[in-house]
């Protein structure tokens, strides 16, 4: 059976009992938030800092990412890399939830570390015309730009900042949630990058109506191929992951799977900026996932 081949965790939420009869979630602006995301600055990298960067080969593009190194960062030391994807622009809701597209809008990263001990880098997806290249707020940019530009990127985090080459996970929110498997897993070459995959909000196969070429099950299935039983965290608003979760189990594909429902109405990655259970939760995972032989 396929939950003998996989290590299949569900975490229930503290509002998992009230979601199911109440007619209206609570809003995340119901919880303050504890930490606030640095903004991104042009500089020079230095700990505690968010800066914004071009790697090497697209220097005369307008493509670039943000890079944060942690409080606790000293030159010779290493540390874990997040890589994150940000979620599509142009996005908002009746709840006030937006998403920019953008790097800088990306908030995964910091609020499963609180800015410390791991190294956090933004990449773009990028896009590709006749006037250049430059950050994608939609969907993929050109995919074998957009994973040409992921690689050099951690490949120069871990020779320039001491990022360990052996502890890098792939996280991503909404559009960036499918990206960890459609990037992250899109070739063996990528694939082989990755420690463990943070997912946040949809995930690449449950849906085939997306507008883009592969976002059909075969396809995504081929990717899932790729995983190697290694750790995901998937977790979605509404208390909605019952769609991964069955969609997985049809696959047969085995792998360490733990879902967390959100009993929160809002498509947003800031509940990681609220000290609320599900975070702390995440921050176990990401522990756990870290400390692994």
């Known amino acids: 059976m396929f939950t003998a081949y996989v290590a299949w965790t569900l975490l229930v939420s503290w509002s998992v ?27 020079t990298p230095v700990a505690g800092h968010r800066v914004r960067q071009t790697t090497k080969g697209w220097e005369r593009t307008e493509v670039y990412h943000a890079l944060y ?22 996005y908002k809701n ?29 990449v773009p997806f990028v896009e590709v015309d006749a006037k250049g290249k430059r950050n994608a707020p939609k969907w993929w940019g050109n995919i074998e730009e957009t994973k040409r530009y992921c690689l050099a990127t951690v490949n120069a985090v871990t020779a320039e900042f001491g990022g360990d080459p052996q502890r890098v996970i792939l996280a ?6 499918i990206a960890c498997n459609f990037i992250g897993l899109h070739d063996d070459t990528i694939a082989a990058l990755w420690r463990a995959f943070f997912c946040h909000s949809h995930y690449d196969g449950v849906k ?4 883009y070429a592969g976002a059909d099950r075969a396809s995504a299935l081929a990717r ?23 969609y ?28 609320i259970p599900e975070r702390r939760a995440a921050r176990r995972w990401l522990d756990a996932v870290l400390a692994a032989p």
């Open 208 to 211: 085939e109506t997306w507008p």
């Open 17 to 43: 009992f009230a979601a199911a009869g109440a007619p209206e979630l609570p809003d995340l602006a119901s919880v303050p938030p504890d930490l606030v995301v640095p903004d991104v600055a042009v500089g």
């Open 172 to 177: 991503g929110f909404s559009r960036g949630s």
């Open 248 to 275: 997985l189990q049809a696959t047969g594909v085995p792998g360490a799977f733990t879902f967390q429902p959100l009993n929160f109405r809002n498509h947003s990655g800031d509940w990681v900026l609220r000290d």
């Open 69 to 90: 190194l942690p409080t606790d960062w000293r030159p010779g030391k290493t540390f874990p890399v997040i890589v994150e994807y940000a979620g599509n622009g142009g």
């Open 224 to 246: 899932l191929h790729r995983l190697n039983g290694r750790p995901q965290w998937i977790s979605h608003e509404s208390g909605g992951v019952a769609a991964t979760q069955d």
């Open 94 to 122: 009746a709840f006030g939830d937006v998403s920019g597209g953008t790097v800088d809008g990306s908030h995964l990263g910091y609020g499963l570390t609180a800015g410390k001990g791991v190294i956090w880098v933004c």
